[in-house]
Protein backbone atom coordinates (compact mmCIF):
# COMPACT_ATOMS: atom_id res chain seq x y z
CA UNK A 1 0.00 0.00 0.00
CA UNK A 2 1.44 3.38 -0.88
CA UNK A 3 0.90 6.44 1.22
CA UNK A 4 -1.95 8.90 0.02
CA UNK A 5 -3.01 12.40 0.72
CA UNK A 6 -5.99 13.79 -0.56
CA UNK A 7 -7.47 17.22 0.27
CA UNK A 8 -11.50 18.51 0.67
CA UNK A 9 -10.74 21.29 -1.71
CA UNK A 10 -10.95 18.95 -4.77
CA UNK A 11 -12.99 16.09 -3.38
CA UNK A 12 -13.14 12.70 -4.87
CA UNK A 13 -17.34 13.17 -4.84
CA UNK A 14 -19.85 15.62 -3.76
CA UNK A 15 -22.93 14.59 -1.96
CA UNK A 16 -25.83 17.84 -1.56
CA UNK A 17 -27.84 17.43 1.13
CA UNK A 18 -31.71 18.06 0.00
CA UNK A 19 -31.46 21.75 0.19
CA UNK A 20 -29.30 22.33 3.22
CA UNK A 21 -25.38 21.45 2.87
CA UNK A 22 -23.26 18.39 1.26
CA UNK A 23 -20.80 16.18 2.30
CA UNK A 24 -17.74 16.22 0.51
CA UNK A 25 -16.00 13.20 -0.27
CA UNK A 26 -12.32 11.32 -0.29
CA UNK A 27 -11.04 7.84 -0.55
CA UNK A 28 -8.04 6.82 0.97
CA UNK A 29 -6.81 3.38 1.48
CA UNK A 30 -9.99 1.65 0.85
CA UNK A 31 -11.70 4.01 3.43
CA UNK A 32 -14.33 6.89 2.98
CA UNK A 33 -13.82 9.88 4.71
CA UNK A 34 -16.48 13.19 4.67
CA UNK A 35 -16.50 16.70 5.63
CA UNK A 36 -20.09 17.56 6.02
CA UNK A 37 -21.36 21.18 5.95
CA UNK A 38 -24.94 21.14 7.72
CA UNK A 39 -25.97 25.06 7.41
CA UNK A 40 -28.64 26.22 9.72
CA UNK A 41 -32.19 24.84 9.33
CA UNK A 42 -30.60 21.39 8.43
CA UNK A 43 -32.25 18.08 9.94
CA UNK A 44 -31.48 14.32 9.01
CA UNK A 45 -35.32 13.53 8.38
CA UNK A 46 -36.29 16.67 5.76
CA UNK A 47 -32.63 16.82 4.09
CA UNK A 48 -30.90 13.34 4.03
CA UNK A 49 -34.25 11.15 4.68
CA UNK A 50 -35.38 11.34 1.36
CA UNK A 51 -31.75 10.13 -0.10
CA UNK A 52 -31.24 7.46 2.13
CA UNK A 53 -34.88 5.57 2.36
CA UNK A 54 -34.62 5.04 6.39
CA UNK A 55 -36.19 6.29 8.74
CA UNK A 56 -33.94 7.41 10.90
CA UNK A 57 -30.07 7.37 10.04
CA UNK A 58 -28.41 4.37 9.60
CA UNK A 59 -24.82 5.44 9.35
CA UNK A 60 -22.20 4.96 12.26
CA UNK A 61 -20.29 8.18 12.35
CA UNK A 62 -17.22 8.69 14.30
CA UNK A 63 -15.81 12.39 13.81
CA UNK A 64 -14.57 15.70 14.74
CA UNK A 65 -16.67 19.37 14.88
CA UNK A 66 -14.42 21.80 13.22
CA UNK A 67 -17.42 24.22 13.91
CA UNK A 68 -21.15 24.51 14.84
CA UNK A 69 -23.09 22.71 16.92
CA UNK A 70 -25.78 19.61 16.40
CA UNK A 71 -28.07 18.02 18.29
CA UNK A 72 -28.53 14.15 18.11
CA UNK A 73 -31.63 12.20 18.87
CA UNK A 74 -31.06 8.64 19.57
CA UNK A 75 -34.24 5.89 17.90
CA UNK A 76 -34.08 4.69 21.88
CA UNK A 77 -34.95 8.39 23.01
CA UNK A 78 -31.32 9.73 24.39
CA UNK A 79 -30.23 12.90 22.99
CA UNK A 80 -26.83 14.54 23.13
CA UNK A 81 -25.57 18.03 21.51
CA UNK A 82 -22.64 18.33 19.97
CA UNK A 83 -20.33 21.27 19.21
CA UNK A 84 -17.20 22.50 18.07
CA UNK A 85 -13.88 20.55 19.23
CA UNK A 86 -16.09 17.69 20.15
CA UNK A 87 -15.18 14.11 19.26
CA UNK A 88 -18.31 11.95 18.62
CA UNK A 89 -19.24 8.34 18.48
CA UNK A 90 -22.84 8.14 17.02
CA UNK A 91 -24.60 4.62 16.63
CA UNK A 92 -26.89 3.83 14.03
CA UNK A 93 -30.24 5.00 14.76
CA UNK A 94 -30.66 8.17 14.87
CA UNK A 95 -31.67 11.90 13.92
CA UNK A 96 -30.20 15.09 13.86
CA UNK A 97 -30.28 18.86 13.21
CA UNK A 98 -28.24 21.66 13.68
CA UNK A 99 -28.77 23.94 16.37
CA UNK A 100 -27.82 27.70 16.11
CA UNK A 101 -27.33 29.89 13.81
CA UNK A 102 -24.05 28.31 12.54
CA UNK A 103 -23.45 25.74 10.18
CA UNK A 104 -22.46 22.69 11.72
CA UNK A 105 -19.13 20.94 9.79
CA UNK A 106 -17.69 17.77 10.87
CA UNK A 107 -14.64 15.44 9.39
CA UNK A 108 -16.01 11.76 9.93
CA UNK A 109 -14.29 8.87 9.44
CA UNK A 110 -16.96 6.24 10.54
CA UNK A 111 -18.60 3.62 8.35
CA UNK A 112 -20.17 6.33 5.93
CA UNK A 113 -18.88 5.01 2.28
CA UNK A 114 -22.57 5.27 1.44
CA UNK A 115 -24.11 8.65 3.52
CA UNK A 116 -25.95 11.05 1.91
CA UNK A 117 -25.34 8.64 -1.60
CA UNK A 118 -27.57 9.14 -4.24
Known sequence: MAAESKNFASPDETR????????????????????????????WSENVKPIAGTD?????????????????????????EITAGDVVAIPPGHDAEVSGSEACVMVDFGEIGNY???
Open 16 to 43: PFEGKGQAKAVELAGHTVLEGTFEPGWK
Open 116 to 118: AKA
Open 56 to 80: SCQASHFGYVLSGSMHVYMDDGSEM
